[in-house]
């Protein structure tokens, strides 16, 4: 796939490093933020450095939050927390996404240089889906279910992804540029997330897919454990997903997915 600054095959596992610019971020939290609630970019910086030393392909940076309940900011908000860090990622060799869906925040960040757009809805809105057609910049779409334990969630997911390739493709997007994420936890059933990452090569269909799994609380279900335990599930469900599929694992353990997926392709 060919983007801004770079060509990236998938032949290999590819892993993007998550990096959540949100005080309430259920993992994340204050980890790059100040007493007084600013912003410490020198925090982010190193962040950024520490997961191209681990071996990341992408870093994926958001500034809202898109968890359950999650409390709305204005794009400019998410822009003041985003400003310093989108101006730097040109000085970096590595491929950077930016998980938004706000327009104002996309526009901004492509100007900057951005090379994957992240949008959880799947740019609804008539002004995120015009800019990204009229840029024909590389996009990630989600899917999101409505917690219905009855619906065939494969082919739910499989009609969503024609729909939204069909959408872009009229469009004027070159459909090649997206990158399909079948929603992990996103209005999705405990069952229905578990079935999913058991079987995801029901959705493959030559897609370049990526997965979310990190700290997803329906993990817990699958290996039986506690909450305190859920880098190691996030790491077993990742290998899972690659197996059934994947190309992209979004994570938050860099260090520990990329050597876990030497060790195990290694051999």
């Known amino acids: 796939m060919l983007f801004p ?3 990236l095959d998938f032949s290999s596992p590819r892993i993007m490093g998550i990096i ?3 005080p309430d971020s259920f993992f994340d939290g204050n980890k790059f933020f100040n007493a007084n609630n600013s912003l410490d970019e020198l925090k982010v910086f190193n962040e950024i450095e520490s997961m191209i030393e681990d071996g990341a392909h992408f870093i994926d940076i958001g500034a809202h939050s898109t968890k359950p ?3 709305t900011i204005t794009p400019q908000e998410e822009l003041d927390r985003l400003g310093k860090v989108l101006d730097k990622i040109k000085d970096y060799p590595i491929l950077f ?3 938004t869906f706000n327009h104002q925040v996309i526009r901004e960040a492509i100007s900057k240089g951005i090379d994957l757009v992240n949008n959880v809805f799947s740019f609804e809105d008539k002004e995120s889906f015009d800019l990204i057609c009229s840029q024909n ?3 990630c779409i989600c899917h999101q279910g409505n917690r ?3 619906a065939n969630i494969f082919e739910q997911i499989k009609i969503f992804f024609k729909e939204k390739k069909a959408e872009f493709e009229a469009g004027g997007l070159c459909t090649e540029k997206i ?3 079948p929603g992990f936890g996103y209005g999705k059933s405990n069952f229905q997330n578990l079935d999913l990452l058991s079987n995801l090569n029901k959705i493959s269909e030559n897609r370049i897919l990526l997965a979310g799994l990190s700290q997803k609380k329906f ?3 699958l290996f039986e454990s506690s909450e305190n335990h859920l880098n190691d599930q996030s790491l077993s469900a990742g290998i899972i997903a690659i197996l059934g599929g994947a190309n992209i694992l979004r994570v938050h353990q860099v260090k520990e997915t990329v050597n876990l997926l030497k060790n195990l392709w290694s051999k």
Do not use: A, H, M, V
């Open 5 to 7: 600054k770079k060509e």
């Open 20 to 22: 959540n610019l949100t």
């Open 69 to 71: 309940g999650f409390k």
């Open 97 to 99: 996404s930016i998980d």
């Open 137 to 139: 910049i590389p996009i």
């Open 148 to 150: 219905d334990n009855k």
């Open 179 to 181: 990158i399909y994420d």
């Open 219 to 221: 993990l817990q279900l």
